[in-house]
């Protein structure tokens, strides 16, 4: 048993969406989350600062002497991965191979449809993991900059966002994929808009519920449930406590006892 909180980070407000599925399949665990608001996007930038702004979240959360910690992030999970897990002594999750495992069991056709933001897709982690599974599958890859700002600016079915699916995804359609990871923890707030872009034909893949059983998995091993009886808390930290942040963390999470902070990287 150990009450311990599990740590959770994005750049931004993709990874709540990881953190609700979370907390719907271990409601009796602490959760602390961290949100880099103050420098997302993390996509367009090099590996080493990737690297780096996630050891100072990493860093911070080891202070809050957290008992695992989940990387909501798959800028983060395709490029720092495997770093990040050697040097702190906590397992660490990232959100590709449970993702990767989901694709392989829905796709029908084997024509498989991978988005991310530039980093994640330039990594080519997602076609490498299936890959090595399958070499039949035929994969088609594709960063989505814009989808990023879009979802950081709460625009998820605005009339841009659908142009930008529309300018992104065209090709994707012709190809006739069945299945469509999505690979940016920000996408499965687009969930909507894709679906209707696709006619509700493709499947979506988001990895927050497949993450969320490798972290009930881990715990269940390594004896680490919680032994509280009652629901457990959520505290939010973000580099930059906007607006956009409170209104998305309170759409996400709908649930009113979360706290919120800031916290400094300087
Ligand atoms: N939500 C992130 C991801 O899963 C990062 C997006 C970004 O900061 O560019 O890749």
Redesign the pocket.
């Known amino acids: 048993m150990d009450n311990r909180p599990i740590g959770v980070f ?6 709540l969406t990881v953190l609700k599925e979370m907390k719907r399949i271990l409601p009796a665990e602490n959760f602390i989350y961290v949100g ?1 608001t103050a420098r ?6 090099s590996r080493s600062t990737i690297t780096k702004f996630a050891s100072q979240i990493m860093d911070f959360l080891m202070e809050k002497d957290v008992k695992l910690i989940v990387v ?7 490029n720092s991965l495997s770093y990040l897990k050697s040097r702190y002594r906590v397992p660490v999750i990232g ?1 590709i191979e449970p993702g990767v495992q989901l694709a392989l069991d829905r796709t029908k056709n084997r024509c498989v449809g991978i988005i ?5 897709i330039r990594s080519h982690k997602y076609k490498e993991l299936i890959i090595r599974q399958d070499r039949k599958i035929r994969i088609f890859e594709k960063a989505c ?1 814009l989808f ?1 700002p879009l979802v950081e600016e709460l625009l998820f079915d605005h009339s841009i966002t659908r142009l930008a699916i529309k300018g992104y995804l065209q090709e994707f359609r012709a190809r006739k994929i069945d299945t469509l990871v999505l ?5 499965p707030l687009l969930t909507r808009a894709l679906n209707r872009f696709f006619q509700g034909k493709v499947n979506l893949i988001s990895s927050g519920y497949s993450v969320s059983l490798v972290v009930q998995d881990i715990l269940s091993k390594k004896r680490l449930f919680s032994g509280r009886r009652k629901k457990g808390s959520i505290h939010l930290y973000a580099s930059d406590l906007n607006e956009n942040f409170r209104k998305l963390s309170r759409v996400v999470l709908s649930d009113s006892s979360v706290k919120m902070q800031l916290i400094s990287f300087d």
């Open positions: 994005d750049s931004g407000v993709g990874g880099d997302v996007p993390y996509g367009v930038k909501a992030c798959n800028t983060v999970s395709s959100v991310g933001t530039q980093s994640t900059p990023v690979g940016c923890t920000h996408y």
